[in-house]
């Protein structure tokens, strides 16, 4: 069965940093470009980033270039969000997705909450 | 950035209706168009993608049309379990961008 799990994610300070993971089975992880997709409390989807196969192009959306960093492990078929200098407006629910283009698997989400 | 725009943002049809939901690009796409299904408290899913080709699984109700900036999700025959929040997104340029979301509503 091709499955994405994200690590838990939690409530975390503004200003404070955190890291979510995935860890993907079920389908040729070294060969896939994956993402992270975002959704803000009752808003719309937000692409966050993506990484190719082997790490050689990496792309962050605007609102969190400089704070985010996304990584992979081809050995051990895992992905990372690395998220620092969180704000409120971080606050949403983090996608672990599969995709190119658009978006054929996706995670079931791990809730990030960033309040004082 | 590419800016979705869908419409309407929300719609209450009946189970049997034929429902069109519209995704207009600030620019052309050339067909880099997908669409997604999301229920409440889950993860979307992909029910098309190059703006008409069916993922599959996907129940041959739903189609999908369009070129350049204008495209079109079509459900021929509401289904009971089609009541969700639509997104188109784009793929022709980075940032990939979705639309604000169409909900449908039982009414």
């Known amino acids: 069965e091709v499955q994405l799990v994200e690590s838990e994610g939690g409530l975390v300070k503004p200003g404070g940093s955190l890291r979510l993971s995935c860890a993907a089975s079920?389908?040729?992880?070294?060969?896939?470009?994956m993402n992270w997709v975002r959704q803000a409390p009752g808003k719309g989807l937000e692409w966050v980033s993506s990484?190719?196969?082997?790490?050689?192009?990496?792309n962050y959306a605007d609102s969190v270039r400089g704070r985010f960093t996304i990584s992979r492990d081809n050995a051990k078929n895992s992905l990372d969000l690395h998220m620092d200098s969180l704000r409120a407006e971080d606050t949403a629910v983090y996608y672990c997705?599969?995709?190119?283009?658009?978006?054929?698997?996706w995670g079931k989400g791990t809730t990030v909450t960033v309040s004082s | 950035d590419i800016q979705m725009t869908q419409s309407p943002s929300s719609l209450s049809p009946s189970v049997g209706d034929r429902v069109t939901i519209a995704c207009r690009a600030s620019?052309?796409?050339?067909?880099?168009l997908a669409w997604y299904q999301q229920k409440p408290g889950k993860a979307p899913k992909l029910l098309l993608y190059?703006?008409?080709r069916l993922e599959s699984g996907v129940p041959s109700r739903f189609s999908g049309s369009g070129s350049g900036t204008d495209y079109t999700l079509t459900i021929s025959s509401l289904q009971p379990e089609d009541f969700a929040t639509y997104y188109c997104?784009?793929?022709?340029?980075?940032?990939?961008?979705f639309g604000q979301g169409t909900k449908l509503e039982i009414k």
């Open positions: 079920g389908f040729t992880f070294s060969t896939s470009t």
């Open positions: 997705a599969r995709g190119r283009y658009y978006i054929d698997v």
């Open positions: 620019q052309g796409l050339s067909n880099s």
């Open positions: 190059a703006a008409s």
């Open positions: 997104q784009q793929y022709y340029s980075t940032p990939y961008t």
């Open positions: 990484i190719s196969s082997n790490s050689g192009y990496i």
